[in-house]
Every structure is written in structure tokens, then in C-alpha cells.
């Protein structure tokens, strides 16, 4: 069953639209992740759900009905703010059970599911500081504490890690992920961060300038993205996105190519990974720098005026002004209409 | 330039702080030093002269100066409470929500920062007559209570709250009148306290409309009764006259004392220096 289910949604701000036909449903116990470089409208969609902004046209439900009217508090919804939202003047026990008092819920209750929140968070030790006494880590799971004990069964976050440091950001990720699917919530979750996006997510959906790009699961999106968008903007370091030219298409041996007619206008899309280093096949190129990541080496070499990155296991013995050999295989390649950037399936059988 | 090794600057500058700050306590020296000690020793300096206190004692009998300093006391006390209540209620008002000639009317408030009060001093008096509240504390206070400056103060105050807190309790679900209650006034607490002061500090101190306004001892305050108790009619003794002084400004400056913190705090925060 969809929980949360949004119809032909447009926002507009004055005569800037920033969000255009705006249509997904997410599943009961789902973690669903809004994905987007800043300003592309993903912290929007989250308050239309949320109730903190109200849509210009189009329908909100939430657990089948229509809420599209009605203020926060009737949505039956928590949401994690990205700085946390914590009042300066209460300490965290208080701020935890805030909206409990404001919901007038009996004291026992209030205790029960402060202990129950606190326990779940190793939070016990810290219930009698303010907020200021707090790392950020710890300010994040007074913020997460505030969400569990409301019991609803939405939860929204958005963007609840910007402001860690990168380790807490992975632990509090994990952390994040587990208590979700251990109380079984509905979580839509706000990131411009695909790496998050792509180890928390259920299902992810990618907005590009207030449009939806692409939705699906985190492996549909890397193995099949349905834009060129997508393929750029899923996976690090991203795809390379070639557009073919005479000179590309002459010094690039046709095995490695889709057999389509590049006198109409395409892309190639291709990933770092699936690109190799050969002795005796494959195109000739430029090695114009390296970088050595520890596990992995990247290479950035280039095809006249072509820039393709690449990434191969382990160190390699290859230094900038190299010549090299490189190949993949065919069925690697992600072809993209240029006109319109979508996806166009190029071998048979394939289906996403 | 330079001068002994310190700058010519800085020396000018600090001559400059002691010698306003001298100016300043100069008064209250003298009149410390005159209501401790007996008449003779008003306007000559011994270091070894008798102390006593005498002088608050005659005061305090001469004069109700008991009543005058509950007529104070009930004076800012209400001014205070309805200024709170108006100026929350208004700030609240035009830092949040967005209504039909908003701007319009707060520049109106802003207008009104502008107006010395002195300048309606007739025609508030002729308006509190109407009303038949002449001679009354209500009286006194009345044309302060909705104070352009406690509005202003803090609107300003409510602005830098972030809009995140207000939306986390709109999303569990508080009342406007509770996120006023529970969010804006918690976290503006340094502003009210600072406003408090300067609110009863300035009525406190307040002379000319009280005493236009008051006929009687039933609702004149202490300035009031300390001017007409130090009016040439009555006879210039100043052991006396400065002793009575010091009672009336003693209450409030114990009060900058235990607050003086909070009070330059919250001014270095709401940006008005």
C-alpha cells in the first residue's frame, strides 16, 4: 500500500515554477530518498509533504487521504530539520518529548517513550544537558529521539547529515538506516548526497530542476539510468558522457560502439569502472593525470579533445603524457538521445 | 604617535572615559557623602567628619515617602506588565505574520519612536480627563503602555529566531499562541530583561508628566514628592534633601547592579549599542 502519494504537484515562488508535474508514491515501511544538486526542488517537495509549504496545484495524500489542506500537526508526520531544531532553552529530555506535551499525552506515556527513545539512541547519560552541551552527532539523535517518540508512521528528514564531519556522517547513515527498518517507519529523506542516497535507499527519486529524472531503486539508477542526467549524476567519480564527433567515431574502433547511426545527434555514456586498460586492443589515448585513491587508481587521459576518466583496481604504473590503450565492452555503454537526454536501449533484450 | 612607549591615542581615550565617568558619579559621590553626615558637613569635605544616619531617619518622617515609593512601585509595575503583554502581542504580530498594510502600520510604530513624549503633554491630559483618570496611577502610566521602542525591541528580537524552531513546533503541532508562549519568548528572554530595565528605570526617573498629572499624595510618585520635599518653599537643607535622593535611586540601582550582565548582554545581542 502507498502511504504517502503525491498527484501533479506544481510549486511556483512568484513566476519562478520550481516544481513541474511532480507525481510518486512511496510504500508503506519504505526509506525513499529525494536526490538533487541544491535548488533543483527536493527540500521543496519534502515541506509540500510535510505541510510547511502548500502546493500551487496538484494533490498530497498521505495514508489515502487527501491532506492537501491540512496544517502539519493533522498529517500525522515527524521531520528532522538540518540543523536539528533544537530549542537552546530546553535540555534534551524536554526537547524530546516537546511535541508529546503539545499533544497533551499522559505523563506516564511521555516517560515510557522518552526512556524508550533515549535507550534506543544512548541518549540516557545525556537527557539532563542543553542542547549547547552537545556534539553534533549527539544534537542529531535528540532530533532523531523527537521523531521515534511521536509514533507516527511518516517520517520526513531533510538533509539530516550535512553538518557532520564525513566518518559521523557513515555511522549516523547506518545508524539512521537500522532504526528504520527495525520500527518499520515510512521515511522520505532529503540529499543532494548520492553516495547517502544510494546506501540508505529503499527506492530514490533524482530531481533535476523541479522535474523528476528518474525513480527506482538505487540499482536501477546506476545500471540503467533513464537520462543522461542520471548516468552523471549516480555513482563517483560519474560517468563519462562522450558526445561522438567524427573525430571520436574515427579513433575509436567500431567493436567498442553501439551499432546505431551517429549521423542523428547521441551520447555516449560510459562508467569509469567498466572502462579497462588493454595491451593490444581498444583505443588509443593521452594519460593526462592520475590520481591514487589507496584502492583504486584514476585516470583522466584524452581522445582529441575528449575527456575520459577511468578507474582501475590497485596501483598502475602509468604516469600523465602515457600513451594507452583502452577498452570496454559494448554492452557498457549507456547510449542517450542529445536532444532530449533520455535513454535509448541499444542492444537487444535488454530491459531495465 | 607614540608617548612613553604607549600610544597617544589610546591615553587621550582613556583620560576621556575617566573624566565622563568622574562627571557622572560626582553627584552621586555628593550626595552620598552629604546624607551620611550631619549638616555642617553638606558642602565641606573631612575625611574623619561623624557619620550618621539621621538624615534618612527626618526624611522619611518630614515627608510620606513610604507612600510615594509604593505609588512608584505599583506604577512601573503596571506600566512593565502591560507593556509586555502590548508588546509582545504587537511584535509577535509583525515579526511572523504577513497582513494588509503591515509596513504601512509599522512605520507608524516607528514614527511614533520619534514623537518626544513632552510634546502631548496638553493634549494627554486633556484625553485622561475625559476618561476621569486624573490623579490616578492608571493615570501616569497609561500613555506609556503601548511603547513604540518595546515593540520595536523586540520585533527585532523575534526575527533572529530560527525559522526551523518555528516550523519543528508547527509540525507538532503547537498553536500560534503556543509558539509565541513556548519558542518566542524563551529564547528572547535577555531582550525583555533589558527592556525591563530601561522600561523601569525610565519611569522610575520619570518627573514631568507625574507631576502634571498628580495632585495628591495618593498617587504621586517619588520624583514628585522628592521635588516638591526639595522645593525652595520648604527650606533648602540638603543633608536631608540627599539623603532622600539616595532613597529613591537606591532600589534601582541595586537592581543595575544584580542585572547590569544580562543588561549590556542582551544590547550587544539585539545589535543597539
Not at chain 1, 68 to 94: G, T
Request: charged share 20%; aromatic share 10%; net charge neutral.
Amino acid at each position: 500500500m502507498s502511504i504517502i502519494s503525491l498527484k501533479n504537484i506544481y510549486k511556483s515562488w512568484g513566476d519562478t515554477e520550481v516544481l513541474k508535474n511532480i507525481n510518486f508514491e512511496c510504500e508503506d515501511g519504505e526509506l525513499l530518498v529525494l536526490l538533487g544538486p541544491s535548488g533543483c526542488g527536493k527540500s521543496t517537495t519534502l515541506r509540500l509533504i510535510a505541510g510547511l509549504e502548500i502546493p500551487t496545484s496538484g494533490i498530497v495524500e498521505i495514508g489515502g487521504k487527501d491532506v492537501s489542506d491540512l496544517p502539519p500537526v493533522k498529517r500525522h508526520i515527524s521531520m528532522v530539520f538540518q540543523n536539528y531544531a533544537l530549542f537552546p532553552h530546553l535540555n534534551v529530555a524536554e526537547n524530546i518529548i516537546f511535541g508529546l506535551k503539545a499533544r497533551k499525552i499522559p505523563k506516564k506515556e511521555q516517560k515510557k517513550r522518552l526512556e524508550n527513545a533515549a535507550d534506543l539512541l544512548g541518549l540516557t547519560d545525556f537527557l539532563d544537558r542543553k542542547p549547547s552541551q552537545l556534539s553534533g552527532g549527539q544534537r542529531q539523535r535528540v532530533a532523531l529521539g523527537r521523531s521515534i517518540v511521536a509514533q507516527v508512521s511518516v517520517c520526513l528528514m531533510d538533509e539530516p547529515l550535512s553538518n557532520l564531519d564525513a566518518k559521523l556522517r557513515q555511522e549516523m547513515r547506518q545508524e539512521i538506516r537500522s532504526l528504520q527498518q527495525r520500527l518499520k517507519m515510512t521515511m522520505v529523506y532529503v540529499t543532494h548526497d548520492q553516495v547517502e542516497a544510494m546506501t540508505i535507499a529503499d527506492r530514490i527519486i533524482l530531481i533535476n530542476g523541479g522535474v523528476i529524472e528518474q525513480h527506482g531503486t538505487p540499482e536501477e539508477l546506476y545500471n540503467y539510468p533513464a537520462t543522461a542526467f542520471t548516468g552523471s549524476f549516480i555513482g563517483n567519480p560519474p560517468m563519462n558522457i562522450l558526445t561522438p564527433d567524427t573525430q571520436l567515431l574515427q579513433a575509436c574502433p567500431s567493436i567498442l560502439l553501439p551499432s546505431v547511426d551517429f549521423t542523428a545527434p547521441y551520447l555516449l555514456g560510459i562508467r569509469p569502472e567498466d572502462i579497462e586498460i588493454s595491451s593490444d586492443s581498444g583505443m588509443e589515448c593521452l594519460v593526462e593525470l592520475t590520481e591514487y585513491l589507496g584502492a583504486d587508481t584514476l585516470i583522466v587521459c584524452k581522445v582529441e579533445k575528449h575527456s575520459i576518466t577511468l578507474t582501475v583496481k590497485g596501483r598502475v604504473a602509468v604516469s600523465a603524457g602515457d600513451q594507452l590503450r583502452i577498452n570496454w565492452k559494448v554492452e557498457k555503454i549507456h547510449l542517450f538521445d542529445a536532444a532530449n537526454g533520455q535513454r535509448i536501449e541499444h542492444l537487444k533484450g535488454a530491459t531495465p | 604617535m607614540r608617548l612613553w612607549g604607549v600610544e597617544i591615542g589610546k591615553i587621550i581615550e582613556t583620560a576621556g572615559a575617566w573624566l565622563l565617568g568622574a562627571l557622572w558619579l560626582l553627584p552621586v559621590v555628593f550626595a552620598l557623602w552629604s546624607s551620611f553626615h550631619p549638616a555642617e558637613y553638606s558642602t565641606r569635605f573631612e575625611l574623619f567628619a561623624p557619620l550618621t544616619t539621621e538624615n534618612f531617619v527626618r526624611a522619611w518622617s518630614y515627608a510620606p515617602f513610604p507612600r510615594y515609593l509604593f505609588n512608584t512601585f505599583i506604577l512601573v509595575t503596571l506600566i512593565l506588565a502591560a507593556q509586555f503583554v502590548l508588546c509582545t502581542l504587537a511584535a509577535y504580530g509583525f515579526a511572523r505574520f504577513d497582513f494588509f498594510g503591515k509596513d504601512f502600520v509599522f512605520a507608524l510604530v516607528l514614527l511614533q519612536l520619534m514623537i518626544m513624549p513632552e510634546v502631548l503633554l496638553v493634549e494627554n491630559y486633556r484625553t485622561i480627563g475625559e476618561l476621569g483618570l486624573l490623579d490616578t496611577i492608571p493615570a501616569i502610566g497609561l500613555p506609556y503602555m503601548a511603547s513604540a521602542f518595546g515593540i520595536f525591541l523586540l520585533r527585532q528580537s523575534f526575527k533572529t529566531i530560527p525559522k526551523e524552531l518555528i516550523e519543528a513546533a508547527q509540525v507538532e503541532g503547537v498553536s500560534a499562541l503556543g509558539i509565541l508562549w513556548k519558542v518566542y519568548i524563551p529564547l528572547s528572554k535577555s531582550t525583555y530583561i533589558a527592556y525591563g530595565l530601561v522600561s523601569v528605570s525610565y519611569h522610575w526617573n520619570n518627573f514631568l508628566w507625574p507631576l502634571v498629572v498628580t495632585s495628591s499624595v495618593n498617587s504621586r510618585p517619588l520624583t514628585v514628592g522628592l521635588a516638591i520635599f526639595g522645593a525652595p518653599e520648604s527650606g533648602v537643607d540638603w543633608s536631608i534633601i540627599t539623603a532622600a535622593t539616595v532613597m529613591t535611586m537606591a532600589p534601582l540601582l541595586v537592581a543595575f547592579i544584580l542585572f547590569q550582565r544580562q543588561f549590556v548582554q542582551s544590547f550587544m545581542h539585539s545589535g543597539i549599542k
